[in-house]
Protein backbone atom coordinates (compact mmCIF):
# COMPACT_ATOMS: atom_id res chain seq x y z
CA UNK A 1 0.00 0.00 0.00
CA UNK A 2 2.68 2.34 0.56
CA UNK A 3 6.61 2.01 -1.39
CA UNK A 4 8.42 3.25 1.59
CA UNK A 5 11.70 3.58 -0.65
CA UNK A 6 9.46 6.24 -3.25
CA UNK A 7 11.47 9.22 -3.15
CA UNK A 8 8.55 11.71 -3.83
CA UNK A 9 7.06 9.64 -0.74
CA UNK A 10 10.53 10.43 1.02
CA UNK A 11 11.30 13.57 0.41
CA UNK A 12 7.43 14.14 2.14
CA UNK A 13 5.64 11.20 3.09
CA UNK A 14 2.50 13.01 5.41
CA UNK A 15 0.48 13.41 2.02
CA UNK A 16 0.59 9.18 1.56
CA UNK A 17 0.09 8.81 5.03
CA UNK A 18 -2.72 11.37 5.42
CA UNK A 19 -4.75 9.41 2.89
CA UNK A 20 -3.99 5.78 3.65
CA UNK A 21 -5.22 6.87 7.55
CA UNK A 22 -8.21 8.00 6.91
CA UNK A 23 -8.77 5.19 4.31
CA UNK A 24 -7.80 2.62 7.14
CA UNK A 25 -6.59 2.06 10.64
CA UNK A 26 -4.73 -0.36 9.81
CA UNK A 27 -3.51 -2.44 6.54
CA UNK A 28 -0.72 -5.62 5.53
CA UNK A 29 2.12 -4.98 4.05
CA UNK A 30 5.23 -7.42 4.03
CA UNK A 31 8.48 -5.55 3.50
CA UNK A 32 11.60 -6.34 1.34
CA UNK A 33 12.87 -8.36 4.52
CA UNK A 34 10.31 -10.51 3.62
CA UNK A 35 8.34 -9.65 7.68
CA UNK A 36 4.61 -9.70 7.17
CA UNK A 37 3.87 -6.55 9.27
CA UNK A 38 0.28 -4.46 10.33
CA UNK A 39 0.91 -0.92 10.35
CA UNK A 40 -1.54 1.35 12.69
CA UNK A 41 -2.22 4.78 11.35
CA UNK A 42 -4.26 6.24 14.18
CA UNK A 43 -2.83 7.96 17.42
CA UNK A 44 -5.37 6.08 19.83
CA UNK A 45 -4.24 2.72 18.87
CA UNK A 46 -0.40 3.87 18.31
CA UNK A 47 -0.95 4.73 22.13
CA UNK A 48 -2.34 1.91 23.52
CA UNK A 49 -0.13 -0.14 21.58
CA UNK A 50 2.85 1.06 23.05
CA UNK A 51 1.63 0.41 26.89
CA UNK A 52 0.22 -3.01 25.83
CA UNK A 53 2.82 -5.36 27.56
CA UNK A 54 1.44 -8.18 25.83
CA UNK A 55 3.41 -7.29 22.84
CA UNK A 56 7.09 -7.18 22.81
CA UNK A 57 10.04 -5.60 21.02
CA UNK A 58 11.72 -8.99 20.93
CA UNK A 59 9.81 -12.40 20.78
CA UNK A 60 12.45 -14.01 22.80
CA UNK A 61 11.70 -15.54 25.57
CA UNK A 62 7.99 -16.29 25.00
CA UNK A 63 8.57 -17.49 21.50
CA UNK A 64 11.37 -18.41 19.21
CA UNK A 65 12.85 -16.91 15.80
CA UNK A 66 11.54 -19.62 14.62
CA UNK A 67 7.99 -19.58 15.31
CA UNK A 68 7.68 -16.10 14.32
CA UNK A 69 8.92 -16.67 10.79
CA UNK A 70 12.29 -14.98 11.41
CA UNK A 71 16.41 -16.84 10.25
CA UNK A 72 18.29 -17.94 12.71
CA UNK A 73 20.55 -14.55 13.72
CA UNK A 74 23.74 -14.20 10.95
CA UNK A 75 26.76 -15.47 12.49
CA UNK A 76 28.22 -12.96 10.43
CA UNK A 77 26.28 -9.99 11.91
CA UNK A 78 28.07 -10.86 15.64
CA UNK A 79 29.75 -8.00 16.43
CA UNK A 80 26.03 -5.94 15.90
CA UNK A 81 24.26 -8.79 18.04
CA UNK A 82 26.63 -8.35 20.46
CA UNK A 83 25.80 -4.74 20.97
CA UNK A 84 21.98 -5.08 20.23
CA UNK A 85 21.13 -8.27 22.56
CA UNK A 86 21.53 -5.45 25.73
CA UNK A 87 20.04 -2.09 24.18
CA UNK A 88 16.75 -1.23 26.43
CA UNK A 89 15.46 -1.00 22.86
CA UNK A 90 14.90 -5.03 22.39
CA UNK A 91 14.74 -5.98 25.65
CA UNK A 92 11.39 -6.91 27.56
CA UNK A 93 11.20 -7.26 31.52
CA UNK A 94 12.49 -9.13 33.55
CA UNK A 95 15.98 -7.90 32.17
CA UNK A 96 14.51 -5.03 30.71
CA UNK A 97 13.63 -3.53 33.99
CA UNK A 98 16.92 -4.43 35.81
CA UNK A 99 18.58 -2.94 33.54
CA UNK A 100 16.71 0.27 33.18
CA UNK A 101 16.43 0.44 36.71
CA UNK A 102 20.25 0.96 37.35
CA UNK A 103 20.78 2.91 34.32
CA UNK A 104 18.18 5.30 35.68
CA UNK A 105 20.38 5.87 38.96
CA UNK A 106 22.64 7.49 37.12
CA UNK A 107 20.57 9.26 34.39
CA UNK A 108 19.26 11.14 36.51
CA UNK A 109 16.80 14.72 36.22
CA UNK A 110 19.71 16.02 38.81
CA UNK A 111 22.50 14.94 36.52
CA UNK A 112 20.77 16.43 33.20
CA UNK A 113 20.11 19.98 34.76
CA UNK A 114 23.31 19.84 36.06
CA UNK A 115 24.53 19.53 32.33
CA UNK A 116 22.42 23.29 31.14
CA UNK A 117 25.60 25.35 31.53
CA UNK A 118 27.72 22.75 29.53
CA UNK A 119 24.94 22.83 26.77
CA UNK A 120 24.72 26.70 26.97
CA UNK A 121 28.74 26.76 26.25
CA UNK A 122 29.05 24.06 23.29
CA UNK A 123 25.87 25.95 21.62
CA UNK A 124 27.04 29.75 21.71
CA UNK A 125 29.92 28.48 20.64
CA UNK A 126 29.12 26.45 17.93
CA UNK A 127 26.58 29.03 17.06
CA UNK A 128 28.91 31.88 17.03
CA UNK A 129 31.30 29.82 14.59
CA UNK A 130 28.30 29.41 12.25
CA UNK A 131 26.97 33.28 12.37
CA UNK A 132 30.47 34.61 11.00
CA UNK A 133 29.97 32.43 7.67
CA UNK A 134 27.82 34.13 5.37
CA UNK A 135 25.89 30.44 5.00
CA UNK A 136 25.85 27.67 7.09
CA UNK A 137 24.69 23.65 7.10
CA UNK A 138 22.37 23.16 10.44
CA UNK A 139 23.29 19.81 10.45
CA UNK A 140 27.17 19.96 9.86
CA UNK A 141 27.82 23.10 11.34
CA UNK A 142 25.86 22.69 14.39
CA UNK A 143 23.51 20.22 15.52
CA UNK A 144 25.97 17.27 14.92
CA UNK A 145 28.86 18.50 16.59
CA UNK A 146 26.32 19.56 19.29
CA UNK A 147 24.57 16.99 20.09
CA UNK A 148 27.58 14.36 19.96
CA UNK A 149 29.36 16.91 22.50
CA UNK A 150 26.61 17.32 24.87
CA UNK A 151 25.82 13.18 24.72
CA UNK A 152 29.38 12.69 25.56
CA UNK A 153 30.00 14.90 28.01
CA UNK A 154 26.70 13.56 29.99
CA UNK A 155 28.81 10.06 29.77
CA UNK A 156 31.96 10.67 30.09
CA UNK A 157 33.15 9.94 26.89
CA UNK A 158 36.28 11.87 25.16
CA UNK A 159 34.70 14.93 23.29
CA UNK A 160 37.94 14.25 20.53
CA UNK A 161 36.02 11.50 19.93
CA UNK A 162 33.42 13.18 18.57
CA UNK A 163 33.84 12.27 15.00
CA UNK A 164 34.61 8.84 15.35
CA UNK A 165 31.09 8.36 17.41
CA UNK A 166 29.64 10.54 14.35
CA UNK A 167 30.64 8.32 12.08
CA UNK A 168 29.62 4.79 14.02
CA UNK A 169 26.15 6.39 14.59
CA UNK A 170 25.99 6.62 10.90
CA UNK A 171 26.54 3.29 9.72
CA UNK A 172 24.65 1.14 12.81
CA UNK A 173 20.97 2.96 12.28
CA UNK A 174 21.25 1.99 8.44
CA UNK A 175 20.46 -1.64 10.45
CA UNK A 176 16.70 -0.19 11.43
CA UNK A 177 15.34 0.77 8.01
CA UNK A 178 13.06 -1.13 6.16
CA UNK A 179 15.24 -1.55 3.09
CA UNK A 180 18.69 -2.18 4.58
CA UNK A 181 21.42 -2.89 1.67
CA UNK A 182 23.29 -6.03 2.62
CA UNK A 183 26.45 -3.11 1.81
CA UNK A 184 25.31 -1.24 4.62
CA UNK A 185 24.83 -4.14 6.90
CA UNK A 186 28.15 -4.99 6.43
CA UNK A 187 29.24 -1.47 6.86
CA UNK A 188 27.20 -1.33 10.42
CA UNK A 189 28.78 -4.53 11.19
CA UNK A 190 32.07 -3.52 11.22
CA UNK A 191 30.68 -0.01 13.03
CA UNK A 192 29.87 -1.98 15.81
CA UNK A 193 32.84 -3.88 16.05
CA UNK A 194 35.06 -0.74 16.53
CA UNK A 195 32.93 0.80 18.90
CA UNK A 196 32.61 -1.72 21.07
CA UNK A 197 36.25 -1.89 21.17
CA UNK A 198 36.43 1.21 22.36
CA UNK A 199 33.81 0.95 24.79
CA UNK A 200 35.43 -1.65 26.17
CA UNK A 201 39.34 0.07 26.14
CA UNK A 202 36.96 2.89 28.07
CA UNK A 203 35.24 0.73 30.53
CA UNK A 204 38.56 -0.80 31.95
CA UNK A 205 40.35 2.51 32.19
CA UNK A 206 37.04 3.73 34.19
CA UNK A 207 37.27 1.10 36.64
CA UNK A 208 40.39 2.01 37.35
CA UNK A 209 40.27 5.43 37.55
CA UNK A 210 36.72 6.59 38.09
CA UNK A 211 35.23 10.05 37.44
CA UNK A 212 32.03 12.02 38.26
CA UNK A 213 30.01 10.69 34.88
CA UNK A 214 27.94 8.43 33.51
CA UNK A 215 30.32 5.75 32.02
CA UNK A 216 32.00 5.56 35.88
CA UNK A 217 28.44 5.60 37.40
CA UNK A 218 27.54 2.62 34.89
CA UNK A 219 30.66 0.69 36.22
CA UNK A 220 30.02 1.17 39.43
CA UNK A 221 26.09 1.20 40.21
CA UNK A 222 24.77 -1.79 41.98
CA UNK A 223 21.49 -2.83 43.23
CA UNK A 224 19.94 -6.20 45.02
CA UNK A 225 20.20 -7.31 41.26
CA UNK A 226 23.69 -7.24 40.69
CA UNK A 227 26.12 -4.84 38.58
CA UNK A 228 25.80 -4.17 34.96
CA UNK A 229 28.01 -6.71 33.06
CA UNK A 230 31.10 -5.06 30.40
CA UNK A 231 28.21 -6.53 27.32
CA UNK A 232 25.52 -4.52 29.14
CA UNK A 233 27.37 -1.51 29.96
CA UNK A 234 28.86 -1.49 25.79
CA UNK A 235 24.93 -1.50 24.35
CA UNK A 236 23.82 1.28 26.64
CA UNK A 237 26.93 3.34 25.85
CA UNK A 238 25.72 2.58 21.86
CA UNK A 239 22.37 3.21 22.73
CA UNK A 240 22.88 6.74 24.38
CA UNK A 241 25.27 7.89 21.55
CA UNK A 242 23.41 6.93 18.84
CA UNK A 243 20.41 7.70 20.32
CA UNK A 244 21.18 10.55 21.72
CA UNK A 245 22.83 12.06 18.66
CA UNK A 246 20.43 11.19 15.85
CA UNK A 247 16.98 12.20 17.32
CA UNK A 248 18.14 15.29 18.59
CA UNK A 249 19.68 16.27 15.26
CA UNK A 250 16.84 15.37 13.37
CA UNK A 251 14.15 17.17 15.50
CA UNK A 252 16.35 20.16 14.76
CA UNK A 253 16.79 19.69 11.52
CA UNK A 254 12.82 18.81 11.07
CA UNK A 255 11.51 21.15 13.12
CA UNK A 256 13.83 24.57 12.42
CA UNK A 257 13.08 23.65 8.59
CA UNK A 258 9.11 23.15 9.21
CA UNK A 259 9.45 26.37 11.69
CA UNK A 260 10.81 29.03 9.16
CA UNK A 261 8.36 27.59 6.07
CA UNK A 262 5.45 28.57 8.35
CA UNK A 263 4.88 32.74 8.55
CA UNK A 264 5.53 34.35 11.68
CA UNK A 265 6.80 30.83 13.67
CA UNK A 266 10.44 32.13 13.76
CA UNK A 267 9.13 35.78 14.36
CA UNK A 268 7.23 34.52 17.63
CA UNK A 269 10.19 32.26 19.08
CA UNK A 270 12.64 35.10 18.03
CA UNK A 271 11.12 37.88 19.76
CA UNK A 272 10.26 36.18 22.82
CA UNK A 273 6.29 35.93 22.66
CA UNK A 274 6.07 31.54 22.23
CA UNK A 275 8.75 30.33 25.11
CA UNK A 276 11.45 27.97 23.05
CA UNK A 277 10.31 25.42 25.30
CA UNK A 278 6.67 25.41 23.94
CA UNK A 279 8.01 25.55 20.60
CA UNK A 280 9.91 22.34 20.87
CA UNK A 281 6.88 20.49 21.25
CA UNK A 282 5.45 21.51 18.08
CA UNK A 283 8.84 21.07 16.36
CA UNK A 284 9.17 17.04 16.96
CA UNK A 285 5.15 16.11 16.67
CA UNK A 286 5.10 17.99 13.36
CA UNK A 287 7.19 16.24 11.52
CA UNK A 288 9.20 13.77 14.03
CA UNK A 289 12.52 12.16 13.73
CA UNK A 290 11.52 8.66 13.83
CA UNK A 291 8.39 7.34 11.68
CA UNK A 292 7.93 3.81 12.91
CA UNK A 293 8.29 1.53 15.64
CA UNK A 294 7.63 -2.21 16.05
CA UNK A 295 6.17 -4.52 18.47
CA UNK A 296 5.42 -8.59 18.47
CA UNK A 297 2.24 -10.13 19.61
CA UNK A 298 3.02 -12.67 22.33
CA UNK A 299 0.00 -13.24 23.91
CA UNK A 300 -3.48 -14.73 22.32
CA UNK A 301 -6.65 -12.05 22.45
CA UNK A 302 -4.63 -8.82 21.03
CA UNK A 303 -7.11 -6.79 19.20
CA UNK A 304 -6.67 -3.27 17.40
CA UNK A 305 -8.27 -1.36 14.78
CA UNK A 306 -11.15 -4.06 14.55
CA UNK A 307 -8.65 -7.30 13.73
CA UNK A 308 -7.65 -9.52 16.56
CA UNK A 309 -3.49 -10.94 16.36
CA UNK A 310 -2.42 -14.28 16.24
CA UNK A 311 0.56 -14.29 18.62
CA UNK A 312 3.90 -14.29 16.23
CA UNK A 313 2.44 -11.45 14.12
CA UNK A 314 4.37 -7.48 13.57
CA UNK A 315 2.81 -4.25 14.35
CA UNK A 316 4.38 -1.28 13.31
CA UNK A 317 3.54 1.90 14.25
CA UNK A 318 3.81 4.82 12.18
CA UNK A 319 4.32 7.94 14.39
CA UNK A 320 4.96 10.57 11.57
CA UNK A 321 0.83 9.40 10.60
CA UNK A 322 0.05 9.00 14.42
CA UNK A 323 1.07 12.87 15.00
CA UNK A 324 -1.23 14.02 12.10
CA UNK A 325 -4.22 12.10 13.33
CA UNK A 326 -7.17 14.65 13.12
CA UNK A 327 -8.79 13.10 15.85
CA UNK A 328 -6.45 13.75 18.44
CA UNK A 329 -4.81 17.28 17.14
CA UNK A 330 -6.99 20.15 15.64
CA UNK A 331 -5.59 21.46 12.01
CA UNK A 332 -2.78 18.65 12.85
CA UNK A 333 -1.42 19.68 9.20
CA UNK A 334 -0.49 23.25 10.17
CA UNK A 335 2.60 23.70 12.28
CA UNK A 336 1.41 25.80 15.46
CA UNK A 337 4.56 26.98 17.04
CA UNK A 338 2.55 28.01 20.31
CA UNK A 339 0.70 24.55 20.13
CA UNK A 340 2.56 23.42 23.08
CA UNK A 341 1.02 19.40 23.05
CA UNK A 342 2.92 17.10 24.59
CA UNK A 343 0.76 14.49 24.09
CA UNK A 344 2.68 13.80 20.64
CA UNK A 345 4.32 9.92 20.80
CA UNK A 346 7.71 11.49 19.18
CA UNK A 347 9.38 10.09 22.55
CA UNK A 348 6.84 6.33 22.62
CA UNK A 349 5.65 5.12 25.30
CA UNK A 350 5.03 2.27 28.06
CA UNK A 351 8.40 1.13 29.26
CA UNK A 352 9.99 1.54 25.95
CA UNK A 353 9.57 5.70 26.84
CA UNK A 354 12.69 7.26 25.51
CA UNK A 355 14.72 8.00 28.46
CA UNK A 356 16.41 10.68 26.74
CA UNK A 357 13.68 12.51 25.93
CA UNK A 358 14.65 15.61 28.95
CA UNK A 359 17.52 15.93 27.70
CA UNK A 360 16.37 16.13 24.07
CA UNK A 361 13.85 18.73 25.33
CA UNK A 362 16.68 20.74 27.10
CA UNK A 363 18.80 20.44 24.27
CA UNK A 364 16.54 21.73 21.65
CA UNK A 365 15.17 24.97 23.83
CA UNK A 366 19.02 26.26 24.66
CA UNK A 367 19.45 25.75 20.67
CA UNK A 368 16.54 27.74 19.67
CA UNK A 369 17.18 30.32 22.61
CA UNK A 370 20.86 30.80 21.15
CA UNK A 371 19.96 31.07 17.40
CA UNK A 372 17.07 33.42 18.60
CA UNK A 373 20.09 35.58 20.19
CA UNK A 374 22.58 35.10 17.26
CA UNK A 375 20.36 34.65 14.63
CA UNK A 376 17.40 36.75 14.51
CA UNK A 377 17.35 37.10 10.84
CA UNK A 378 17.88 33.29 10.22
CA UNK A 379 16.35 31.80 6.97
CA UNK A 380 16.42 29.17 4.89
CA UNK A 381 18.96 29.61 2.28
CA UNK A 382 17.68 26.84 -0.30
CA UNK A 383 15.54 24.03 -0.17
CA UNK A 384 16.38 21.50 2.14
CA UNK A 385 16.60 17.54 0.65
CA UNK A 386 15.49 14.72 2.76
CA UNK A 387 18.22 11.35 3.65
CA UNK A 388 16.61 8.94 1.36
CA UNK A 389 15.47 6.61 4.28
CA UNK A 390 12.20 6.83 6.43
CA UNK A 391 12.47 5.18 9.60
CA UNK A 392 15.37 7.21 10.80
CA UNK A 393 13.35 10.60 9.17
CA UNK A 394 15.57 13.86 8.31
CA UNK A 395 17.98 15.75 6.32
CA UNK A 396 21.27 15.48 4.23
CA UNK A 397 21.61 19.22 4.80
CA UNK A 398 19.95 22.45 5.77
CA UNK A 399 21.20 25.57 4.76
CA UNK A 400 20.68 28.23 6.37
CA UNK A 401 21.64 32.70 6.10
CA UNK A 402 21.93 34.11 9.48
CA UNK A 403 22.24 37.55 8.43
Not at 5 to 17: E, G, I, R, S
Not at 354 to 380: D, H, Q, T
Request: proline residues 7%; negative net charge.
Amino acid sequence: MIDFTDPAFLQDPYPVLNTVREETPIFEQRGKDGIQRWFLTRYDDVFRVLRDRRLGRVPEPIMTRAEVGLPPLRPDWGPYNDVEQWSLLMLEPPEHRRLRQLIFREFTPKRIEGLRPAIVGHADRLLRDASAKPHFDLLADFAQPFSIHVIAELLGAPIEDWPRYLDWSHRIVKMYELDTTDDQASSAVRASAEFSSWCRDLITERRAYPTDDLISGLCTVETSDGRLSDSEIISTIVLLLNAGHEATVNSLGNGLVSMLSTPDAWDSVRSGRVPSRTAVEEMIRFDPPLQLFERWVLADGVSYAGREFARGEKIAMLFGSANRDPRHFANPDEFIVDRGDSTHITFGGGIHTCIGAPLARLELSVALEGMAAMMPNLGLAEPPQRNPAFVIHGYNAVRLTAH
